[in-house]
């Protein structure tokens, strides 16, 4: 079975307006779990 490769945004902006943040979030649970994500997204 061949590798399927899938972009994933990722901006080099200093500050990203909140609907951004969820699409990179969004995007992201497709190959990496939310609890491993989550820390890098949110504070507690």
Do not use: C, W
Not at 1 to 26: C, F, Q, S, W, Y
Request: charged share 30%; aromatic share 10%.
């Amino acid at each position: 079975m061949p590798k399927l490769r899938r972009p994933l945004t990722v901006p080099n902006h200093a500050e990203l307006d909140t609907g951004t943040t969820r699409a990179i979030l969004r995007q992201a649970t497709r190959y990496i779990s939310e609890d491993e994500l989550r820390p890098y997204f949110y504070t507690d």
